[in-house]
């Protein structure tokens, strides 16, 4: 029992503390969270993280939410998931109801604007980071089929201007086949 609550404690303050120090949306928490449960505690393996992120960003919702619950019911159950969501929005909902009170103070100060311009850098150089590290993940697959999807999901969004449902429900189609073909010429599926 006494496992259990240091596993539910550190669930909670770890989310806690990623979601009050972390600026600029979901995406920005994703590193963090993948230094925190993969490298620094050991819950969750590479591969499976980036399963969870996948997961998160095709779910309805925040991504940083998302991932939240992902986490933590992969490593506690219902109890943790519920623990790491609340975790995650406590910290902006105390935040932005605090900004909120004092919006006119903020609005038209120099300072806080010129604040936010630095954040905006540093949000960039972490989206960066997200995108590198993930696609290193794939690249060490040496799987061909998710670089082709990847790269013609961008070419479709960029330069053909194809709707973003129809490439996200095309490339689950494909995501799905290709599973399915894993599975079966792996022998997993009789």
Same mark, same amino acid.
């Given at each position: 029992?006494?496992?259990?609550?240091?596993?539910?404690?550190? !669930?909670?303050?770890?989310?806690?503390?990623?979601?009050?120090?972390?600026?600029?949306?979901?995406?920005? /928490?994703?590193? !963090?969270?993948?230094?925190?449960?993969?490298?620094?505690?050991?819950? &969750?393996?590479?591969?499976?993280?980036?399963?969870?992120?996948?997961?998160?960003?095709?779910?309805?919702?925040? /991504?940083?939410?998302?991932?939240? &619950?992902? &986490?933590?019911?992969?490593?506690?159950?219902?109890?943790?998931?519920? %623990?790491?969501?609340?975790?995650?929005?406590?910290?902006?909902?105390? &935040? /932005?109801?605090?900004?909120?009170?004092?919006?006119?103070?903020?609005?038209?100060?120099?300072?806080?604007?010129?604040?936010?311009?630095?954040?905006?850098?540093?949000?960039?150089?972490?989206?960066?980071?997200?995108?590198?590290?993930?696609?290193?993940? /794939?690249?060490?697959?040496?799987?061909? %089929?998710?670089?082709?999807?990847? %790269?013609?999901?961008?070419?479709?969004?960029?330069?053909?201007?194809?709707?973003?449902?129809?490439?996200?429900?095309?490339?689950?189609?494909?995501?799905?086949?290709?599973?399915?073909?894993?599975?079966?010429?792996?022998?997993?599926?009789?």
């Amino acid at each position: 029992m006494k496992e259990n609550t240091h596993t539910f404690r550190k !669930l909670f303050w770890s989310t806690f503390k990623l979601s009050a120090c972390t600026f600029g949306g979901g995406f920005v /928490i994703i590193p !963090l969270m993948r230094q925190k449960f993969v490298e620094e505690l050991h819950w &969750i393996d590479e591969q499976e993280m980036m399963d969870l992120i996948a997961i998160a960003q095709s779910s309805p919702g925040p /991504i940083a939410v998302n991932a939240a &619950i992902l &986490i933590g019911y992969r490593v506690a159950g219902a109890p943790g998931a519920l %623990l790491t969501v609340l975790g995650t929005v406590l910290p902006p909902l105390v &935040i /932005i109801s605090l900004v909120s009170l004092f919006y006119q103070a903020f609005r038209d100060n120099a300072i806080v604007n010129m604040a936010m311009m630095g954040m905006t850098a540093g949000v960039a150089a972490v989206i960066c980071d997200v995108v590198l590290t993930m696609g290193m993940t /794939i690249l060490k697959q040496k799987r061909v %089929l998710p670089v082709l999807v990847l %790269l013609t999901s961008f070419v479709a969004v960029r330069f053909l201007h194809i709707n973003i449902i129809l490439i996200i429900l095309l490339c689950g189609i494909v995501g799905a086949a290709d599973a399915f073909y894993q599975l079966h010429h792996k022998g997993g599926i009789q």
